[in-house]
Protein backbone atom coordinates (compact mmCIF):
# COMPACT_ATOMS: atom_id res chain seq x y z
CA UNK A 1 0.00 0.00 0.00
CA UNK A 2 2.95 2.17 0.81
CA UNK A 3 4.07 2.01 -2.34
CA UNK A 4 0.91 2.61 -4.15
CA UNK A 5 0.70 5.79 -2.24
CA UNK A 6 4.79 6.79 -2.95
CA UNK A 7 3.60 6.27 -6.87
CA UNK A 8 1.14 8.33 -6.80
CA UNK A 9 2.40 10.86 -4.69
CA UNK A 10 5.33 11.17 -7.38
CA UNK A 11 3.07 10.80 -10.19
CA UNK A 12 1.72 13.67 -12.68
CA UNK A 13 -1.72 13.43 -11.42
CA UNK A 14 -0.24 15.17 -8.01
CA UNK A 15 0.82 18.98 -7.80
CA UNK A 16 4.47 19.16 -8.03
CA UNK A 17 4.92 20.24 -4.86
CA UNK A 18 3.10 17.21 -3.14
CA UNK A 19 4.70 15.40 -0.16
CA UNK A 20 6.86 12.70 -0.93
CA UNK A 21 6.31 9.56 1.48
CA UNK A 22 9.00 10.24 4.50
CA UNK A 23 7.61 14.12 4.11
CA UNK A 24 4.13 12.82 4.68
CA UNK A 25 5.50 10.60 7.68
CA UNK A 26 7.11 13.58 9.15
CA UNK A 27 4.09 15.59 8.77
CA UNK A 28 1.53 12.59 9.79
CA UNK A 29 3.59 12.64 12.97
CA UNK A 30 3.40 16.29 13.69
CA UNK A 31 -0.21 16.18 13.10
CA UNK A 32 -0.80 13.66 15.68
CA UNK A 33 1.53 15.05 18.08
CA UNK A 34 0.38 18.95 17.45
CA UNK A 35 -1.49 20.39 20.58
CA UNK A 36 -4.57 20.88 18.53
CA UNK A 37 -7.18 18.14 16.69
CA UNK A 38 -6.55 18.54 12.42
CA UNK A 39 -9.41 17.91 10.46
CA UNK A 40 -8.76 15.16 7.46
CA UNK A 41 -9.63 18.06 4.99
CA UNK A 42 -7.07 20.43 7.11
CA UNK A 43 -4.65 17.89 7.02
CA UNK A 44 -4.59 16.77 3.44
CA UNK A 45 -4.65 20.25 1.52
CA UNK A 46 -0.78 20.37 3.41
CA UNK A 47 -0.06 17.21 1.67
CA UNK A 48 -0.76 18.30 -1.89
CA UNK A 49 0.12 21.37 -1.32
CA UNK A 50 3.54 21.93 0.96
CA UNK A 51 3.80 25.33 -0.04
CA UNK A 52 0.45 27.02 -0.03
CA UNK A 53 -1.77 24.19 0.91
CA UNK A 54 -4.20 25.10 -2.01
CA UNK A 55 -3.50 22.97 -4.85
CA UNK A 56 -5.30 19.59 -5.10
CA UNK A 57 -4.53 16.15 -7.37
CA UNK A 58 -6.36 15.69 -10.44
CA UNK A 59 -7.49 11.82 -9.30
CA UNK A 60 -8.63 10.02 -12.87
CA UNK A 61 -11.44 8.74 -10.82
CA UNK A 62 -13.52 8.84 -7.54
CA UNK A 63 -12.38 5.39 -7.04
CA UNK A 64 -8.72 6.92 -7.15
CA UNK A 65 -9.54 9.24 -4.69
CA UNK A 66 -10.63 7.21 -2.15
CA UNK A 67 -8.10 4.51 -2.62
CA UNK A 68 -5.12 7.55 -2.13
CA UNK A 69 -7.11 9.58 0.35
CA UNK A 70 -7.88 6.45 2.55
CA UNK A 71 -4.50 5.23 2.16
CA UNK A 72 -3.02 8.97 3.52
CA UNK A 73 -5.76 8.40 6.42
CA UNK A 74 -4.68 5.41 7.08
CA UNK A 75 -1.23 5.87 7.42
CA UNK A 76 -1.94 8.79 9.81
CA UNK A 77 -4.07 6.75 12.07
CA UNK A 78 -1.08 4.05 12.14
CA UNK A 79 1.52 7.40 13.31
CA UNK A 80 -1.60 8.34 15.56
CA UNK A 81 -1.63 5.04 17.30
CA UNK A 82 1.42 4.16 17.47
CA UNK A 83 2.60 7.24 19.37
CA UNK A 84 -0.69 7.21 21.54
CA UNK A 85 -0.36 3.49 22.55
CA UNK A 86 3.55 2.21 21.39
CA UNK A 87 5.38 4.83 21.10
CA UNK A 88 8.89 2.72 21.73
CA UNK A 89 7.12 1.34 18.36
CA UNK A 90 7.13 4.28 16.50
CA UNK A 91 10.51 4.82 13.80
CA UNK A 92 9.99 7.82 11.33
CA UNK A 93 10.12 6.43 7.77
CA UNK A 94 13.75 7.75 6.60
CA UNK A 95 14.98 7.31 2.73
CA UNK A 96 18.79 6.77 2.26
CA UNK A 97 21.30 7.02 -0.01
CA UNK A 98 24.79 5.93 -0.89
CA UNK A 99 27.14 8.30 -0.09
CA UNK A 100 31.18 7.92 -0.65
CA UNK A 101 30.34 4.37 -0.53
CA UNK A 102 28.10 4.65 3.06
CA UNK A 103 25.17 4.29 3.15
CA UNK A 104 23.55 7.11 4.94
CA UNK A 105 19.73 8.28 5.94
CA UNK A 106 18.50 10.85 4.39
CA UNK A 107 16.30 12.85 7.19
CA UNK A 108 15.62 16.35 5.19
CA UNK A 109 12.77 15.35 3.76
CA UNK A 110 11.13 13.82 6.89
CA UNK A 111 12.33 17.16 8.95
CA UNK A 112 10.61 19.14 6.17
CA UNK A 113 7.05 17.37 6.58
CA UNK A 114 7.40 17.45 10.75
CA UNK A 115 8.24 21.49 9.70
CA UNK A 116 5.35 22.19 7.97
CA UNK A 117 2.93 20.06 10.79
CA UNK A 118 4.40 22.98 12.98
CA UNK A 119 4.45 25.48 10.93
CA UNK A 120 0.47 25.17 10.12
CA UNK A 121 -0.40 25.55 13.73
CA UNK A 122 2.63 27.67 14.84
CA UNK A 123 0.59 29.81 17.48
CA UNK A 124 -0.24 26.39 19.32
CA UNK A 125 3.14 25.08 18.97
CA UNK A 126 5.24 27.98 20.04
CA UNK A 127 4.66 27.31 23.96
CA UNK A 128 6.72 23.77 23.41
CA UNK A 129 9.25 25.34 21.12
CA UNK A 130 10.60 27.87 23.25
CA UNK A 131 9.90 25.70 26.56
CA UNK A 132 11.74 22.88 25.03
CA UNK A 133 13.74 23.62 21.95
CA UNK A 134 16.24 20.68 22.04
CA UNK A 135 13.86 18.67 21.18
CA UNK A 136 13.34 20.27 17.92
CA UNK A 137 17.05 20.55 17.04
CA UNK A 138 17.21 18.19 13.97
CA UNK A 139 13.99 18.91 12.72
CA UNK A 140 14.40 22.79 12.60
CA UNK A 141 18.01 22.03 11.27
CA UNK A 142 17.03 19.66 8.22
CA UNK A 143 13.62 20.72 7.89
CA UNK A 144 14.06 24.63 7.40
CA UNK A 145 15.90 27.25 5.06
CA UNK A 146 17.66 28.73 8.14
CA UNK A 147 18.68 25.06 9.18
CA UNK A 148 19.94 24.54 5.75
CA UNK A 149 22.26 27.70 6.26
CA UNK A 150 23.42 26.61 9.51
CA UNK A 151 24.51 23.59 8.11
CA UNK A 152 26.15 25.01 5.11
CA UNK A 153 28.47 26.96 7.16
CA UNK A 154 29.05 24.25 9.36
CA UNK A 155 28.40 20.73 7.93
CA UNK A 156 28.14 17.64 9.54
CA UNK A 157 30.19 14.42 9.44
CA UNK A 158 28.60 11.57 8.47
CA UNK A 159 28.96 10.52 11.97
CA UNK A 160 26.67 13.38 13.49
CA UNK A 161 24.56 13.07 10.49
CA UNK A 162 23.73 9.60 11.63
CA UNK A 163 23.44 10.33 15.05
CA UNK A 164 21.31 13.01 14.27
CA UNK A 165 19.25 11.16 12.23
CA UNK A 166 19.12 8.16 14.99
CA UNK A 167 17.81 11.72 17.43
CA UNK A 168 14.56 11.73 15.41
CA UNK A 169 12.32 8.72 16.82
CA UNK A 170 13.44 9.75 20.51
CA UNK A 171 12.55 13.23 19.84
CA UNK A 172 9.33 12.56 18.07
CA UNK A 173 8.26 10.19 20.97
CA UNK A 174 9.62 12.79 23.79
CA UNK A 175 7.33 15.56 21.68
CA UNK A 176 4.43 13.35 21.41
Request: charged share 20%; aromatic share 8%; net charge negative.
Given at each position: EFDQLDEFLMSEEAPSDTMDTSMLDGYLAAVASGPNLVMPHQMLRWVWDTEGGEESPEF??????????????????????????????YEPRIMEREHEGRIVSVIDEWCMGYYIGIAADMSAWTPLLVSQPELFTTILLYGTDDGWQTLKTR????????????SLGDSVRRIH
Open positions: TSNKEAQTIIGLVLRHYQYVNQTLNTAPQDPFSVEEHEAAAE
